[in-house]
């Protein structure tokens, strides 16, 4: 009881008392070990375990606050900025209750219906992604995609999927170990054997995190894939949830928020290779690369940039008012 009370007395003289920058900051560091997609909910809990220190009304007036300076500097992966702009709606109609019994408890609420909202909109995309991925043949990804996963995993009849490694980071490797586990064949292929491994295949299928000023953001390496399959005459499939639109609309210095995610070469390989000490862990490519861009509520044409900035906007409305009626 003692440390609590010391800590929030402490946390006063601080001009960002929970520390969410530096938690964030310190998650954008780490990402590069975890799945993308899912790490949302460790965005989530990072808010919810602010809540020990919440008191009263006006320690929920200054999370909000922190909420709202800090979400336009993570407007890569779109969905860590969909959640904090969630997050900040949310504590702003939270305080507009009067009277506000139960702060902690209120908060407490808000971020098990978050978590919630989030699992829903990951197995809608699941769903919608499933009837996409056909149903039988050869299809080609990179990287780790949670969605493309457990869509593959329900389309019994595909005989091979082939598995980009995505140097230097190697999460191709985790994707095709699961996919076998599920006895699905898999050939895992290096970056640069990407052109030859998909001859035979269908379509590609790219996991991405965002759409901002018309580029999509996705994982580094992606675009080998992209420019091989189009150049094979391959559709390109999109794949991500209703929560990487949030950023349509928004201005974002691109580079400066990419770059947040910079890893050490060496801390991945242990060794300094190719001329580089670092890379990012994240790039861009234009939608117009895009065949298809699949959400967890709709199917995007991938050119339309229109299109697309209207069910942007139709997706932000109908999730902050998901949000918005909980807590009136």
Excluded at 70 to 90: C, G, N
Excluded at 241 to 259: E, F, H, Q, R, W
Aim: proline fraction near 4%; hydrophobic fraction near 45%; charge should be neutral.
């Amino acid at each position: 009881m003692v440390t609590w009370f010391l800590r929030r007395v402490y946390s006063r003289f601080l001009k960002e008392p929970f520390r969410i920058r530096g938690k964030l900051e310190r998650l954008a560091r780490e990402l590069y070990s975890k799945d993308v997609l899912t790490s949302v909910f460790e965005v989530i809990s990072i808010f919810k375990d602010s809540i020990e220190d919440v008191g009263g009304k006006r320690d929920l007036a200054l999370l909000q606050k922190e909420a709202s300076e800090v979400k336009r500097e993570f407007a890569v992966p779109s969905h860590f900025y969909a959640i904090i702009d969630m997050v900040d709606t949310a504590l702003k109609t939270l305080l507009l209750k009067e009277p506000l019994k139960d702060p902690r408890g209120e908060a407490i609420r808000l971020f098990n219906t978050l978590e919630h909202e989030v699992s829903l909109e990951i197995e809608e995309a699941i769903a919608l992604a499933s009837q996409v991925v056909p149903s039988e043949g050869c299809i080609a990804t990179i990287g780790y995609s949670t969605i493309l996963k457990e869509a593959i995993s329900r389309a019994p009849r595909i005989d091979l999927v082939v598995v980009g490694e995505r140097y230097p980071f190697l999460d191709g490797r985790k994707l095709a170990r699961e996919l076998r586990a599920r006895r699905r064949k898999v050939i895992y292929t290096p970056d640069v054997n990407i052109y030859s491994s998909i001859m035979n295949c269908s379509a590609a299928f790219i996991p991405f995190y965002g759409i901002v000023s018309g580029k999509a953001i996705v994982d580094v390496g992606a675009p080998v894939l992209v420019h091989s399959a189009r150049d094979l005459g391959k559709p390109v499939i999109a794949l991500g949830t209703d929560l990487m639109l949030y950023t349509v609309g928004i201005k974002v210095n691109l580079s400066s928020a990419i770059n947040k995610y910079v890893i050490d070469v060496n801390a991945l390989t242990g060794s300094i290779e190719a001329g580089w000490s670092s890379i990012t862990m994240f790039d861009t490519i234009n939608i117009s690369h895009f065949d298809k861009i699949v959400v967890s509520s709709t199917i995007l044409p991938s050119g339309d940039e229109a299109v697309i900035s209207q069910v942007a906007e139709r997706v932000i409305e109908r999730l902050e008012d998901n949000v918005r009626r909980r807590f009136m």
